[in-house]
Each structure stands twice: as structure tokens, then as C-alpha cells.
């Protein structure tokens, strides 16, 4: 079985790309430095596999503790790379932390990969990239406009060293540019960990209709869409984890069209964030307690993807509807609030 190494896979879509990667029959190593996570998320995957993985926890921004892993593990055919800090209030307020977190950890990983002469890489980028669109949907040749906060310019810088090492080394590298995931494994042993108050909108709806939050506040109900709240392309996390490995499995039989490629990978719809609510209390059977409040800042009004390309070059496509997902993220909640994870 070819090995694969998945930094921050004990993370919220790393988890869920491990599980896929063993289910297609990778043996899989984890990297994380549960920065974001807990190591807990190892025996939740083995309990839905039944495959143990590989764990070493470590910080990628540690070059010599990684460079010996390399050397003690040439077997690796490829790398999936999320490790890294993504929330974009935080990356506002500690600009530092992120460029120096998401991209000496970035740089370091491309050395040691080089040394090792492991030459495959999927890389999580994002569809914050794009900033707001001028068309939409959104495609992959859409300008890159300047990024709204620094864990966006990180994502941008990161996919612009990843394609200069393509130039000058053996890398092939494929960039997934991710629009909003949610939801959570069907089996809901794992899911979305928010450590503190949730940033994103799904974490924070489940803890509003569990109790834990008083009401879920509504960024802004005057933009130009058809119900005044902002519309963005939800996907489950099941399916972004497929695209993961329809991605390695591009490179290892060397149908890349060129050394560096990136997919936009989403549903291909926009969903408001009352279209969310609405959904997500009818398929749970409850209702939410919500307040319009005043717009958020750095918010982009309207993304979607158009998901041609991910549909017919990659050979993906999503296979799981909103209402799935929103099920699932309410199973999810459920079950932390069982003390699943204790
Ligand atoms: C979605 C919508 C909010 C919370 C971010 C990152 C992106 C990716 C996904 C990492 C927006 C509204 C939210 C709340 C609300 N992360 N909202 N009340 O900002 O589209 O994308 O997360 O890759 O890179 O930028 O996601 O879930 O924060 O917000 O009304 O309490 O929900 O205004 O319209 P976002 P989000």
C-alpha cells in the first residue's frame, strides 16, 4: 500500500481525507502539532476504519525534527498538506504568527520533500483567493485580487512558492481551492472542532440549537442578493476529503497536464446564510435562535464555484446536498455535547 503523509490530519478536513485515503487503500501517516485538534481524533478515525494511523505529533516549523522523519520514512509517495492556521479574524489580528506559521512550515515541507524525493503534493488552498469575484461563478483563471486578510495572502503566497519549487525540482503539485466545508463523517464520530467560539457559521448554528450559544448573530441582511444575506458555495466535508484522493491518484499515474495545477472544489451552488438556517431547521426539525446584526468585516458579498474544471479534468464532482450536510454537522453536535470526545 503506497504511504501517504497528511499534515494537520487529525484536523477538521484532514480527518475526513485520512479516513477516505485508507478506505481507498493508502497506508496513512499523520503529522500535527494539535495546535487546533486533539490527538483523540486518531482513535475516532481507527474506530471508523479500523485501520490505526501512523501519528507523530509535531510542529512542521521544527526543520530538523521533520527532515528526520523524511529520512526515516523514504517510503512516502505523496503529501496532503492542511496543516496550517485558518481563521481569517485571528490572521488579522497576529499577522505574524500566520506568515511565519503557514509559511516557514510551508518551506520546510518542500525542502525535506525534495531531499527525500517525494514529488507529489495536494495542496489546501481556498477560495478566499479570489477576494469577491467580478464574475460568477467563480472559475480558476479569475484574477487573484489582493487578499482580505493575511490567512488569505498566506494561502496566495503559498501557492506561488509551491509553484516556483515546480520550476526548479522534480514537484508536481496539485492546489485545491476550497470553498466552505461542512458537515461531518456519517458515522458522526468526527466532525468540525472549533476550540473556543466558532468563527464559521456551521459550528455556530449547531452550538446555537444545542444551547451552548445564546443566538447566532447574522452578519448583515443589506447585500445586494436575494435575500439581503451573503451567499457563499457550502460543501460536505466528505466530498472535499474524495477530491483529496482523486487528486494524489492523478499525480501517481502521471495525468497532471502540467506541474502545478489547482481546482476549485465546491458544489458549484450559493446558499445564503438564511437559506442555511432555513434548511438547517427544517432537516433537524427545530428552529434557531438568530438576530440580524450588523455586517462583519472583510466579509466578500457573494463566491460560488464554477466547478467545470474540478468536474472534467479532475474527474470530481460533489455527491452530497446542503440538507446532508447540515444532518450531519446536527449528529456532530450531538455527540460532543454527549461527551464523545472525553
Ligand atoms: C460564512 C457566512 C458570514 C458566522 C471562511 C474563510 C475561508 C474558509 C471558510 C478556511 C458569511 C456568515 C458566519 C456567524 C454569520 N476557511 N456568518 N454569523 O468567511 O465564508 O470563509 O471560512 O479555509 O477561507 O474565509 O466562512 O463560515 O465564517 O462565514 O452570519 O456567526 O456566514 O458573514 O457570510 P467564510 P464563515
Redesign the pocket.
Given at each position: 500500500m503506497a504511504k501517504i503523509l497528511v499534515t494537520g490530519g487529525t484536523g477538521y478536513i484532514g480527518s475526513h481525507t485520512v479516513v477516505e485515503l485508507q478506505q481507498s487503500g493508502y497506508d496513512v501517516v499523520i503529522i500535527d502539532n494539535l495546535a487546533n485538534s486533539s490527538e483523540k481524533i486518531v482513535e475516532q478515525i481507527t474506530k471508523i476504519t479500523g485501520i490505526k494511523p501512523e501519528f507523530h505529533k509535531m510542529d512542521l516549523c521544527d526543520r530538523n525534527k521533520l527532515f528526520t522523519f523524511f529520512e526515516n520514512n523514504k517510503d512516502i509517495k505523496g503529501v496532503i498538506h492542511f496543516a496550517a492556521y485558518?481563521a481569517?479574524g485571528e490572521s488579522a489580528e497576529f499577522p505574524l504568527k500566520y506568515y511565519y506559521n503557514n509559511l516557514f512550515s510551508l518551506v520546510n515541507l518542500l525542502e525535506a520533500m525534495q531531499k527525500a524525493e517525494c514529488n507529489n503534493l495536494v495542496f489546501?488552498s481556498?477560495?478566499?483567493i479570489y477576494g469577491q469575484p467580478e464574475e460568477l461563478p467563480v472559475s480558476e483563471n479569475a484574477p487573484i485580487q489582493q487578499a482580505m486578510?493575511p490567512?488569505?495572502n498566506t494561502?496566495q503566497i503559498s501557492e506561488e512558492i509551491i509553484v516556483d519549487q515546480t520550476k526548479t525540482s522534480s514537484l508536481h503539485a496539485i492546489a485545491l481551492r476550497?470553498f466552505?466545508?461542512i458537515g461531518a463523517h456519517k458515522t458522526a464520530l468526527i466532525g468540525e472542532l472549533p476550540l473556543g467560539v466558532?468563527?464559521?457559521?456551521?459550528p455556530?448554528v449547531t452550538q446555537t440549537a444545542i444551547g451552548k450559544r445564546e443566538k447566532?448573530?447574522?452578519?448583515?441582511n443589506d447585500y445586494n442578493t436575494p435575500d439581503g444575506?451573503?451567499?457563499?458555495d457550502y460543501i460536505h466535508v466528505v466530498d472535499l476529503a474524495k477530491a483529496h484522493v482523486v487528486a494524489l491518484e492523478r499525480m501517481s499515474s502521471k495525468k497532471s497536464e502540467s506541474k502545478f495545477e489547482a481546482f476549485n472544489i465546491g458544489t458549484g451552488n450559493g446558499n445564503s446564510?438564511l437559506d442555511?438556517i432555513l434548511t438547517f431547521e427544517k432537516v433537524n426539525n427545530l428552529k434557531v435562535n438568530y438576530e440580524i446584526v450588523e455586517?462583519?468585516a472583510?466579509?466578500?458579498e457573494q463566491?460560488w464555484a464554477n466547478t467545470d474544471k474540478a468536474n472534467k479534468v479532475l474527474g470530481w464532482k460533489t455527491e452530497l446536498g446542503l440538507d446532508v450536510a447540515l444532518q450531519s454537522a446536527w449528529n456532530w453536535e450531538k455527540n460532543l455535547e454527549k461527551g464523545i470526545l472525553e
Open positions: 485558518k481569517v489546501s481556498s477560495c478566499t486578510s490567512y488569505g494561502k476550497y466552505n466545508p466558532p468563527n464559521n457559521l456551521i455556530f447566532l448573530r447574522v452578519f448583515g444575506t451573503a451567499v457563499r446564510v442555511v455586517r462583519r472583510g466579509d466578500v463566491v
